[in-house]
């Protein structure tokens, strides 16, 4: 299994952007699929963006396509996910997953970061 750190959290103004790393341990990196999901206060986790191994196909939910951008570098066994033109219902803990399948829901994940903050303040 793969260890993933998330990294880049914090508190913006809304418009603002804001880049997200989540660093992962293990040789195996570029073998996974990779996902970011959110978590507001009360509400299920939501998928936000996936990426396959390769970095060639990317899917996103329609509540941020346009303005969030998932990518990833195999060589430094990072996957980030870029923001931009943040709202205030943005607001969230952001977690990255890994798992085998390009896939939206949690349950396709094997793996899981504890979290990043995000803050939109209007």
């Known amino acids: 299994q793969v260890q993933l750190v998330e990294s880049g959290g914090g508190l913006v103004q809304a418009g603002g952007s804001l880049r997200l790393s989540c660093a992962a341990s293990?040789?195996?990196?570029?073998?996974?699929?990779m996902g970011w999901f959110r978590q507001a206060p009360g509400k299920e986790r939501e998928f936000l963006a996936a990426?396959?191994?390769?970095?060639?196909?990317?899917y996103y939910a329609d509540s941020v396509k346009g303005r969030f951008t998932i990518s990833r570098d195999n060589a430094k066994n990072t996957v980030y996910l870029q923001m931009n033109s943040l709202k205030p219902d943005d607001a969230a803990v952001y977690y990255c997953?890994?798992?085998?399948?390009?896939?939206?829901?949690?349950?396709?994940?094997?793996?899981w970061g504890q979290g990043t903050q995000v803050t939109v303040s209007s």
């Open positions: 997953a890994a798992g085998h399948t390009l896939g939206i829901h949690t349950y396709e994940y094997r793996s």
């Open positions: 293990g040789r195996t990196f570029s073998s996974y699929a």
């Open positions: 990426i396959n191994w390769s970095g060639s196909i990317t």
